[in-house]
């Protein structure tokens, strides 16, 4: 099993749409918990931090779940601009071992 | 967020030749650097953990004499692809990770380096 898995899509969504992405990590000792950006040709860019609480960020909510060894990512409203390949990474050893899924392509529709 | 810069953003160089790439953590002081590279259309590959002051820990399947890092401060590491082959020609991507004490182990990443070797 690989360590962090993540549906490759492509998810094609029309603009305005809910969109919600899952990632499950197979170590359960992980201890932080992200989600990146990264366009095309671009580096990856944080988008959040995800919290054990759930947070969120204007149109983005990121949740935990531990006990399933899951995380997830909802964009709300979606924009052109939101079109991306979001990637879930995981980080299990007081940020020595970052493992990144292999990420899902987003495109928003006009 | 943390600002990561990258030298150069573009590179091209003939076979045989050694690029030097620089990466720079521009605000804070960065004890812990990642190489990563990207081939198109595929996911981020961790080459090395640079920590400053020690050897770098390379991953399985990297030659560590081909690609040479150097993490001499805080703020800078170097990755040096010595005797570049064509098939090297790649995305190559730094990333620094924001001191314990400063929120989260978060990393950020530089621009990134685009090897063409012909």
């Known amino acids: 099993r690989k360590e962090v898995e993540q549906d490759p899509g492509p998810f094609n969504v029309p603009e305005g749409a809910t969109v919600a992405f899952n990632c499950t990590y197979s170590?359960?000792?992980?201890?932080?918990f992200f989600w990146y950006r990264q366009d095309c040709r671009k580096e990856p860019k944080l988008l959040m931090s995800?919290?054990?609480s759930g947070n969120e960020d204007g149109r983005f909510t990121a949740q935990l779940n531990r006990a399933s060894q899951y995380i997830s990512l909802l964009i709300r409203d979606s924009k052109l601009s939101d079109s991306a390949t979001y990637l879930c990474?995981?980080?299990?050893?007081?940020?020595?071992?970052?493992?990144f899924g292999p990420g899902t392509r987003l495109s928003v529709l006009p | 967020g943390a600002v990561v810069s990258q030298h150069p953003s573009w590179v091209i160089c003939k076979s045989g030749t050694s690029v030097k790439i620089e990466c720079r953590s521009l605000?804070?002081?960065?004890?812990?650097m990642f190489w990563y590279r990207q081939f198109p259309k595929q996911s981020l590959m961790l080459m090395a953990t640079?920590?400053?002051?020690?050897?770098?820990?390379?991953e399985q399947g990297v030659e560590k004499d081909k690609f040479l890092i150097n993490h001499a401060s805080l703020t800078l590491s170097t990755l040096t692809v010595t005797s570049a082959h064509p098939e090297d020609s790649s995305f190559y991507i730094c990333?620094?990770?924001?001191?314990?004490?400063?929120?989260?182990?978060?990393?950020?990443f530089g621009p990134g380096t685009r090897l063409t070797v012909t």
């Open positions: 990333s620094a990770r924001v001191p314990p004490g400063q929120g989260s182990y978060e990393q950020y």
């Open positions: 170590n359960s000792a992980s201890q932080s």
């Open positions: 995800v919290y054990s």
């Open positions: 990474v995981v980080e299990d050893n007081y940020g020595q071992n970052f493992v």
């Open positions: 605000d804070f002081q960065a004890t812990t």
């Open positions: 640079s920590n400053e002051g020690s050897k770098a820990t390379y």
